[in-house]
C-alpha cells in the first residue's frame, strides 16, 4: 500500500494556525474514520495527538484539531506555540497500517 | 505509566541478522496489540509489523515479508522483532508500539527507538 501525501513542510509564527493536510485514497482515508497523527520531536518517541479522525487523547491541548473531507485529513494547530515545531506524521489504520511522509513544522 | 524500552539494534553487514526486544511495563501485556514501526534517515514512519495479545494474528508488511519475525512472550511483558537477511534500505530506527485501546485503534504509546545500521 502507498504511503499517504503530505506537504514536507510547513511553518507559522507563534500565535498563529497551521494546517497540514494528509492525501490517501478511497481505500484507505476515504473509506474509513481511522486516521491519526503523530508529534514527533527528534530523538524522542512519538506521540499520538488525534486518533479516528478529529478524537484527542487525553492530556493533548485542544489547539489540536483534526478533520477530514473526502480522501483528505488535515491537523489544524491553532496558537502555535515554539514548542510544537516538530515533525508530524499522519496515519490511517484500517484495513493496514499505512503512514505518511512526515511534515516538518517550523514555528517562526 | 506505560513504559516501552526497545533494545537490540545495532550495526550488522548485508545479509546478517539481529533480535530486537521490547520490554513493556504500566499495562497488562497481554491484552493488548503490539507493532514495530521503524523510520529511516531522512524518511517517514513505516509500520513493519503487528501482534496481536495471544499471538493468534500476525502481520507484516511486503517489504519485510519473509525475513522478520514477530513473537511476543506475554510472561516477561517482551515483544520481539527477528530481523533477518538484512539489507541496507532496512536501516532505521525501529520503534516499539502500543495500540491505544483495543485492534481497531492506532499505536498509541511508543518506545523511544533502537537504531539498526546494515552496512558493509
Known amino acids: 500500500q502507498s504511503a499517504l501525501t503530505q506537504p514536507r513542510s510547513v511553518s507559522g509564527s507563534p500565535g498563529q494556525s497551521v494546517t497540514i493536510s494528509c492525501t490517501g485514497t478511497s481505500s484507505d482515508v476515504g473509506d474509513y474514520d481511522f486516521v491519526s497523527w503523530y508529534q514527533h520531536h527528534p530523538g524522542k518517541a512519538p506521540k499520538l495527538m488525534i486518533y479516528?479522525?478529529?478524537k484527542r487523547p487525553s492530556g493533548v491541548p485542544d489547539r489540536f484539531s483534526g478533520s477530514k473531507s473526502g480522501n483528505t485529513a488535515s491537523l489544524t494547530i491553532s496558537g502555535l506555540q515554539a514548542e510544537d515545531e516538530a515533525d508530524y506524521h499522519c496515519?490511517?489504520?484500517?484495513?493496514?497500517?499505512?503512514f505518511g511522509g512526515g511534515t516538518k513544522l517550523t514555528v517562526l | 505509566e506505560v513504559q516501552l524500552v526497545e533494545s537490540g539494534g545495532g550495526l550488522v553487514k548485508p545479509g546478517g541478522s539481529l533480535r530486537l526486544s521490547c520490554a513493556a511495563s504500566g499495562f497488562t501485556f497481554s491484552s493488548y496489540n503490539m507493532n514495530w514501526v521503524r523510520q529511516a534517515p531522512g524518511k517517514g514512519l513505516e509500520w513493519v509489523s503487528s501482534?496481536?495479545?495471544?499471538?493468534?494474528?500476525?502481520y507484516y508488511a511486503d517489504s519485510v515479508k519473509g525475513r522478520f519475525t514477530i513473537s511476543r512472550d506475554n510472561a516477561k511483558n517482551l515483544v520481539f522483532l527477528q530481523v533477518n537477511s538484512l539489507r541496507a534500505e532496512d536501516t532505521a530506527v525501529y520503534y516499539c508500539?502500543?495500540?491505544?485501546?483495543?485492534?481497531?485503534?492506532?499505536?498509541?504509546?511508543w518506545g523511544q527507538g533502537t537504531l539498526v545500521t546494515v552496512s558493509s
Open positions: 501482534i496481536s495479545g495471544s499471538s493468534s494474528y500476525i
Open positions: 496515519c490511517s489504520y484500517a484495513a493496514s497500517v499505512v
Open positions: 508500539a502500543r495500540t491505544l485501546l483495543g485492534a481497531t485503534t492506532p499505536p498509541g504509546y
Open positions: 479516528e479522525v478529529s
